[in-house]
């Protein structure tokens, strides 16, 4: 799995838990699966203890609304890993999901949520690199831009045109 050489030190705690995570997606949402990527601190390989699990899923299609895509995730994915998530709460690491669902249709659209994965996404399923592509665009637009991320002690944000000027128009 690509997870574990990027998840050294503290962080390899979660790889049971991804490598459940990755396997029940794949059974739950099938052919309609099209990418699954972690991001956030475990993505960054800066996850503690009381870290959660930041993890997007792309599909082709799904429910209507959040609360049905998050139902839908409880009801069908969460029950694999719940044992793995006690475990590790017996360890002393206590953690919990937090998933982010979009559509393809939606990812395409573009969404704030790609800032925060453009350089710390560990994309752990793409089918035709979807994801990958999309935030390669992404990337390059940024660039363009002269756009920076700036770290303000652990907390960052993007400047993402530091030679703006007043009143003019750009888009990422």
Request: glycine content about 6%; proline content about 5%.
């Amino acid at each position: 799995m690509k997870a574990e050489k990027h998840l050294i030190g503290f962080s390899s705690h979660f790889i049971p838990l991804i490598e459940a995570l990755v396997a029940a997606c794949h059974r739950h949402y099938g052919a309609n699966l099209v990418s699954l990527a972690i991001f956030g601190s475990l993505g960054r390989g800066t996850a503690g203890p009381e870290s959660d699990v930041d993890v997007l899923i792309v599909c082709r299609e799904l429910p209507r609304g959040r609360l049905a895509r998050v139902q839908d995730f409880a009801t069908h994915v969460e029950p694999t890993v719940e044992p793995i998530l006690r475990s590790l709460a017996d360890q002393g690491i206590h953690t919990y999901l937090s998933p982010v669902f979009k559509t393809t249709d939606e990812i395409e659209a573009g969404s704030p949520l790609l800032l925060d994965m453009v350089e710390d996404a560990l994309i752990l399923y793409d089918d035709d690199q979807f994801l990958a592509r999309r935030l390669r665009r992404l990337q390059e637009r940024l660039a363009a831009l002269g756009a920076r991320r700036i770290w303000w002690g652990e907390r960052w944000y993007w400047d993402l045109k530091p030679d703006y000027q007043v009143g003019e128009e750009f888009e990422v």
